[in-house]
């Protein structure tokens, strides 16, 4: 998961640095936040510095810090020949110095992001009109009254099983599409790191799957069991939307096939978002009717 290695080239003037663009950079260092990041970085460096085993940086190991950049981002790691490990301060300090460009799609206009660019109000406003969109399909799929029955219910679970598996798979490239605090101009406050968010859901999605098929297709458990895991399904769908979406207004990667060396992930096209926000109105639909809809047996099932 590592594909390239960038030390930090420091001489008196400048920080060149290989960014996630896969471009080369240089700051100055009167006016660079890099540069200025990097001073109490090597301070804290100098007492307390982390040996990077298995990792084949070879020479590089006297070098600190060094930049990673690896298909979700730019990540900051710290390597010397003396070994210890760096105490959890000062990764934290570290951490919160860097924080702001490990993800570059939290920048305006990432990569061509429209919506991202707008002002403020009108990110809210895109953000409303999206989840309108998606609430208006979803509704009008489930006006249809279809009844998936027990196989549909079957399949949904098993989709969201292996949802459910990729969420711990590709961990990494789930958080991507976590939308960073103050997302759609100032609306998403929502608390918990981006870890945290793809672990719950993982976990939930893994639940949820396993509690359709029980309840369905395999009759483990009574078939109410079934019709509260698609509710609750339901609502953990409508919960992560705002990650689809993020994902479509700030062209942030999220999970999929690995970049070549030094390559960026490949942008998702705007009728690719489209084409994601009808599947999921769709799959909103499935899962209402999996816990509301058909099954004339369900009493005596129950």
Partial sequence: FLPVMSPFMSCSTCT???????????????????SSALTPARS???SKRRVLTGLGLGAHAQL???LVRTPVGLRLVCASK?????DSSAGSEL????????????APGYRGAVISALPENQQKIAFAAISAGISVGTALICA????VGDVGAGVL????????VAHFAVFDQYTTIVPHEGAFGGLWRVPGTPAFQVTWTGIAELAGGLGLIAGGPVHAVPHVVGRISGFALFVLTIAITPANIYAA??????????????ELPPLVEPSGHVGRAVAQCVLLAALWSAAFNGCDDCVTRV
């Fill in 144 to 147: 249809l009254s279809l009844d």
């Fill in 44 to 46: 804290l460096l100098s």
């Fill in 95 to 106: 951490k919160s110095e860097f924080d702001e460009w490990t993800r570059p799609w939290e």
């Fill in 64 to 66: 600190s810090p060094l």
């Fill in 249 to 262: 207004t700030n062209n942030a990667p999220g999970p999929g096939p690995p970049p070549e060396d030094g």
């Fill in 157 to 164: 679970g098993a989709l969201y099983i292996l949802g459910g």
């Fill in 82 to 86: 003396g070994g210890g490990d760096m």
């Fill in 16 to 34: 060149r640095v290989s960014c996630c663009t896969g471009t080369r950079v240089m700051w100055c260092s009167s006016s660079s936040k890099v």
